[in-house]
C-alpha cells in the first residue's frame, strides 16, 4: 500500500503506476484527460480509478484545475532545467539545439499519456494557466535563442524560421493522437533522432550527422550533472 | 435575413458571417468549440449565438456531432482535392509539394476559427469520426507520396522523414492556440512560404526558393480548372 503523502489509509491496494498516491492520481487523472476529455473527467472519476475517497483525492489536490497544471509542468520542466544549462555551455549552437530536441522529443514521446495534447485545451488560457503559459513561452525563446545563433553561424537570414525546431518537436503530439488512443509505446512515431535530424535541417544546416555524437554526450554531461 | 436551407423563418436579422443559415451555424459552433470546447458546448448555445431556435438547427444538423463533421470537413477537403490533382500533373515532385504546403497552410491560417485544434479531441476517436479519420489519413498519403518522390529524386535514404512535411504544415494549428484566442488574422503566425521552406528543407531540398515561382504558377493553374 502506498503510504506517502497526507490524507487517509487507501481503501484499496495500488491500482496505478506510481511510487505515491499522488503519482497515481496523475496518471488517473492523464489517462482520463487525454481519452475522455478534460471537461468531460471528474475528479470522482478520479479518485474511483485510483481507488481512494474523493475526500482523500483532496488532501493532494484541491481543483482539478490544480492536477491539470501538475500534469502540463511535468511535460516542461525538465526540458526548462536542459535548456537552462545548455545555453550556459561552450559547445556549438548546433550541438546543443541538437541535444535539447533530442531530450524533449524523446520525453514527449516516451510519457505514458499523450499530455501535449492538453496544450491546446481552451481552458487553458484562463488566469489559472498563466504561469504555465510563461514556462512553456520562456522554453520556446530558448529554443529560438539556440536555433537563432545556429543561423547566425550559417550567415542565413529569416529569424523567422528561429521558430521552427520548437514546433517540430511538438509534433510528436499529433502524431501521438493519431495513433488510437495514443499510449505509449505508440508504432510509427518516428525517432528523436529522426525530429532532431529536422529541427536542424529547417535552418539549413545540412550535415545533420556529424552532429549526433556530440549531442549524446553532452546529454550524458548534463545528466551526470544531476 | 438568410433565406437559404430548410426550417422556418429566423428570428432576428443575420448575426453571423455566413451567406446561409447553416454557414451561421457552423461559424458560431467553430468559435464555441474552439474557445469554450467541444463537451462544454450545448447545441442550445449554438443555436442562441446564430439568433435562432433550437428546433430549426435541427433542420440543419441532426446532432452536435453532425456540426463537428461539418467543420472537420471543410479543413481536409479542399487540399485533398488539390493534393488528388497534383499527384496527376507532370511538374517535379518537389515543385508540387511546395504548392499542396503552400495551400494547405494558408486555409489552415486564414480560417477564421482555429479548427484544427479540434483534430486532438478524445470524441474523434469514436466510430461516427471513422469517415473524418480516413479522409484525413488519405490526405496524410498524398503528402508522403510526393515526399518520397522527392527523397527519391535526391537519393536520399530514410522514408521516415517523407511524413514530416504534413506534421510540418500541422504546427500552423499550435502557433494558432498559442495566441491568445486563436482568431485570424493571428500576429506572429509566420507565412506559408516559411512552412512549404520548411517542408522541402526536411527532406534535404536545400534551394527551396528556386520552387517558389513554378509552385504558384501550378497553384494558379490547379485554381483555374474549378
Known amino acids: 500500500m ?7 489509509p487507501r481503501l484499496t491496494t495500488r491500482r496505478r503506476p506510481g511510487a505515491t498516491a499522488q503519482a497515481e492520481i496523475l496518471d488517473a487523472a492523464a489517462e482520463l ?3 475522455k476529455g478534460f471537461s468531460s473527467t471528474s475528479t470522482r472519476q478520479i479518485a474511483e480509478m485510483v481507488g481512494m475517497r474523493q475526500a482523500s483525492l483532496y488532501h493532494h489536490f484541491a481543483t482539478k484545475d490544480d492536477i491539470l497544471a501538475a500534469l502540463l509542468d511535468k511535460t516542461v520542466s525538465a526540458p526548462m532545467d536542459l535548456a537552462t544549462r545548455l545555453l550556459e555551455r561552450g559547445e556549438p549552437a548546433a550541438v546543443r539545439l541538437y541535444a535539447l530536441i533530442l531530450f524533449d522529443a524523446g520525453q514527449l ?18 488566469d489559472r494557466f498563466t504561469q504555465f503559459r510563461g514556462e512553456r513561452q520562456l522554453l520556446r525563446e530558448r529554443y ?7 543561423l547566425r553561424q550559417l550567415d542565413a ?10 514546433r517540430i518537436v511538438e509534433t510528436v503530439i499529433s502524431v501521438r493522437s493519431d495513433v488510437e488512443g495514443g499510449e505509449a509505446p505508440c508504432p510509427g512515431l518516428g525517432s528523436p533522432t529522426l525530429l ?10 545540412t ?3 556529424s552532429l549526433r ?14
Open 2 to 8: 502506498t503510504t506517502a503523502g497526507p490524507g487517509r
Open 33 to 35: 484527460f487525454t481519452t
Open 109 to 126: 514521446m516516451s510519457g505514458r499519456w499523450n499530455l501535449g495534447a492538453l496544450y491546446l485545451l481552451p481552458e487553458l488560457r484562463t
Open 144 to 150: 529560438a535563442t539556440l536555433a537563432a545563433a545556429v
Open 157 to 166: 537570414d529569416g529569424t523567422e524560421r528561429a521558430g521552427l525546431p520548437f
Open 196 to 205: 532532431a535530424d529536422a529541427g536542424l535541417r529547417v535552418l539549413g544546416w
Open 207 to 209: 550535415d545533420v550527422e
Open 213 to 226: 555524437a556530440a549531442a549524446g554526450a553532452v546529454l550524458a554531461e548534463c545528466a551526470d550533472g544531476d
